[in-house]
Every structure is written in structure tokens, then in C-alpha cells.
């Protein structure tokens, strides 16, 4: 299995802008999480999904992030619009159950200008 | 709300020492605890996930204990090499309610091993 993808690797984009994050999960993992890391709050959990519905979406930080999952086979994350304060490195995490391990992506380093 | 602190935030020692990083959380109704480790610019490898019900689990040179009484874990690695060198996260997983598998992380121990 070629483990969590994520696109794109890096993005840079201007403030105000939309942005949109990919994550396709390791074929069979039913969990699927999105966190967030920056050097001033390390890692933060986001958003996370069971069998493509969200269950807990408490770490979305404002109305302007929005999650989905329309299969088992990708998922986005989305900004709109962007901020300066956006700018961190965004992971995508699968798992087969919620407490068991979970494979994180490369991330995405996101930079809004 | 669980917090997780890891103690040094950094640690710079010679290769071949033996070395322990702390993690503690604060909320002990914990399912497991998971160390991670994260090399520059890449995402996280999972190490080692002790159950709550277990007191270590051993990889290799690493081995992390947990004490959920106290809230503390420990990861030990022995014999340490330049190749260790990288951030090392602990993080704790929830146990029930809507917090279920929540992964609570700490800020990290830089480590690194010079030659």
C-alpha cells in the first residue's frame, strides 16, 4: 500500500483566496483525521471521520474550515477565504479503529501571503 | 480537557548514551498512549502504543512505559545514534465519550545525537 497520500505537498496562496487540501486514505481504514501543526500550538486535532461521516468536528478553528468525505476513498479539507494565520502544516491521518493506530500523511505545508 | 506535556522541549547528547524523554497528560482516563516520532518536513511515524492496560511495550533500543495513576509515560532509547536524531511526540488517546480516540498531543522533545 503506498500509505496516506496528500495533495498537494505545498501551497502557497494569497490571503483571501480558497483553499482546498486531498487526502486519500490506506484502502480499508475507516477512521480518517485531519489535523493541524504549527510551531506556536504543535499538533491539533481538527476534524475526524468513521465510515465517511463527520464525528467530532470541535478543533475546526472558525466557520471558514469545512471538512468532507464523500467516500472511503478521499477526503478534502478546505479554507475559504484564507488568512496569514492558515499557514501551518496540515495532516491527513487514516486508522482501521478510533484509539488504535494511526498512519499519518507527509502533510501539507500551506503559506498564505 | 486533556493537556500533554513533554519534558526537555530539547536534548542534545553524544552518540551511545542511553537517554529518557518524559510525557505526561493530566486526564488519566486514557485508552492508550502512542509515541511518535517526526523527522524534518515529514509527517509522523508511529513508534510505540502502549494499552492502557499494559505498563511498556519494547521496539529495538526503544521502550515507553505508562503509568496512568500518575499520568506519566516514559521513552527510553537505548544506545543512542545520530540516526535517532528527530522530534520525538507522545500522545494520548481518549477513552470514551466524544472525546473517543481523539489523539491529545504533546509539543515535543527535539532530540538530537552528535557524533
Known amino acids: 500500500d503506498a500509505g496516506v497520500i496528500q495533495s498537494p505537498r505545498h501551497e502557497v496562496t494569497e490571503m483571501g483566496q480558497e483553499v482546498t487540501l486531498r487526502c486519500k486514505p490506506i484502502?480499508?481504514?475507516?477512521?480518517l483525521f485531519w489535523y493541524r501543526q504549527t510551531m506556536m500550538r504543535g499538533l491539533e486535532l481538527l476534524i475526524y471521520?468513521?465510515?465517511?461521516?463527520?464525528?467530532?468536528d470541535s478543533g475546526m478553528p472558525e466557520d471558514r474550515f469545512s471538512a468532507k468525505m464523500p467516500n472511503a476513498s478521499f477526503s478534502t479539507l478546505k479554507i475559504q477565504p484564507s488568512e496569514p494565520r492558515d499557514s501551518a502544516v496540515y495532516f491527513c491521518?487514516?486508522?482501521?479503529?478510533?484509539?488504535?493506530?494511526?498512519?499519518f500523511g507527509p502533510g501539507t505545508r500551506l503559506t498564505v501571503l | 480537557k486533556q493537556e500533554v506535556t513533554q519534558i526537555p522541549a530539547a536534548l542534545s547528547v553524544p552518540e551511545g548514551e542511553n537517554l529518557v524523554l518524559n510525557c505526561s497528560f493530566t486526564?488519566?482516563?486514557?485508552?492508550?498512549l502512542q509515541w511518535f516520532r517526526q523527522d524534518p518536513g515529514k509527517g509522523l511515524t508511529s513508534l510505540l502504543l502502549?494499552?492502557?492496560?499494559?505498563r511498556e511495550q519494547t521496539s529495538g533500543r526503544l521502550n515507553a512505559s505508562l503509568d496512568k495513576s500518575s499520568g506519566r509515560s516514559t521513552l527510553y532509547i537505548a544506545a543512542s545514534q545520530p540516526g535517532d536524531s528527530a522530534t520525538y511526540l507522545c500522545?494520548?488517546?481518549?477513552?470514551?465519550?466524544?472525546?473517543?480516540?481523539?489523539?491529545?498531543f504533546g509539543q515535543g522533545t527535539i532530540l538530537t545525537v552528535h557524533p
Open positions: 491521518a487514516t486508522g482501521l479503529a478510533g484509539p488504535d493506530t494511526q498512519y
Open positions: 484502502s480499508g481504514h475507516d477512521y
Open positions: 471521520f468513521n465510515n465517511n461521516v463527520p464525528i467530532d
Open positions: 486526564d488519566s482516563a486514557i485508552y492508550n
Open positions: 502502549i494499552q492502557s492496560s499494559q
Open positions: 500522545a494520548a488517546i481518549n477513552a470514551g465519550g466524544t472525546s473517543y480516540g481523539k489523539l491529545t
